[in-house]
């Protein structure tokens, strides 16, 4: 289908916290953006939100424009035909929901060019499904990024059933190049690959949290100084080779056994969202934030983030 891909224009459709993210990734590097939203007010307030990511990348040295250029360069509509149109690439970013995302992929389907490449961002449900809804499902593949989008590196090019090879290939390679680390996902599995190993992590954390094993403080405090330390540089795999596979089967011979196996969400987790303890946004989940202000915890994770993110390309 497709040996390169060099799009001119790139199209986001959903400007919600991933939304604006890729398209200012993308408005940052020197593209013409259009971003898509049904709601009027969060359109509106994706401006100021595109404005805030670029002018943090452009203080980072990672923005080829000022805010100013950038947002001159993204187009905001609440018509979906004229955001689309005229894209090479569409990158779906709305809610995490099957058939919500199969409805946008069908008037998608409708309303660009049959050699438009499009895009879901989602999470970890079946591309291959979304992509049924669409006359040409070779021309897509799941695009998945990580939150902050403007900084994490990595996105995950996932391939359904019918999506090109070339074309998984191509985007995977335009991605690299503009400064992301694309993966190829061969299958497509729920979850694909970041989030499942992060879930059984989170499940295993939550899980002895709920036994009191430890606190929630000391639990993240085992990660951060931990296996998450160690993780940036070497990877899983990499580690595992230089400790001894020897000395990781023989942890797993024990260990395994005693981890937590439930299918069903934890309680811990089921009784904070029943009470509608969402964690920042709501003032409380498993910390306490209602003294917190949202946007000052967010620039201070941001600015370690983009810490992390020059340590990491600096070791490869």
């Known amino acids: ?72 360069a993204l187009t905001r509509s609440t018509d979906l035909e004229a ?29 660009t060019g049959p050699e438009t490449v499009l895009a879901s961002n989602t999470s970890g449900l079946s591309i291959t499904e979304i992509a049924a809804a669409v006359d040409r499902p070779e021309r897509v593949l799941g695009a998945h990024w990580f939150n902050p989008p403007h900084i994490v590196p990595l996105v995950e090019v996932v391939k359904g059933e019918e999506t090109s090879d070339e074309l998984a290939a191509a985007l995977t390679a335009f991605l690299d190049d503009l400064g992301k680390t694309a993966i190829t996902v061969e299958k497509d599995v729920p979850g694909f690959i970041g989030n499942r190993i992060q879930m059984a992590m989170c499940y295993e954390a939550f899980s002895l949290l709920d036994r009191g094993i430890a606190s929630a403080e000391d639990i993240d405090k085992a990660v951060k100084a931990g296996f998450g330390f160690r993780l940036p540089s070497m990877g899983i795999f990499e580690k595992v080779d ?43 989940g498993v910390y306490d934030w209602e003294d917190a202000d ?23």
């Open 242 to 284: 230089q400790s001894g596979l020897d000395v990781h089967y023989a942890i797993e011979s024990y260990l395994m056994s005693d981890l937590d196996r439930s299918t069903e969400p934890n309680p811990v987790v089921t009784n904070l969202v029943d009470a509608g303890e969402l964690g920042l946004k709501t003032g409380r």
């Open 294 to 316: 949202p946007d000052t915890v967010v620039a201070k994770r941001d600015a370690k983030l983009l810490e992390q993110l020059e340590q990491y390309e600096s070791a490869d």
């Open 1 to 72: 289908m497709i040996d390169q891909f060099d799009p001119d224009r790139i199209a986001v459709v959903g400007a919600g916290t991933m939304g604006h993210g890729i398209a200012a990734t993308f408005a940052s590097g020197g593209f013409d953006v259009g971003l898509h939203d049904q709601d009027a007010d969060r359109l509106e307030a994706s401006r100021d939100r595109v404005r805030e990511s670029i002018e943090l990348l452009r203080d980072h040295g990672r923005s080829e424009r000022t805010a100013d250029e950038a947002l001159e």
């Open 83 to 111: 955001v689309v149109a005229d894209a090479d690439l569409v990158i779906e970013a709305v809610t995490e929901e099957l058939e919500v995302k199969r409805a946008v992929f069908n008037e998608l389907s409708a309303l």
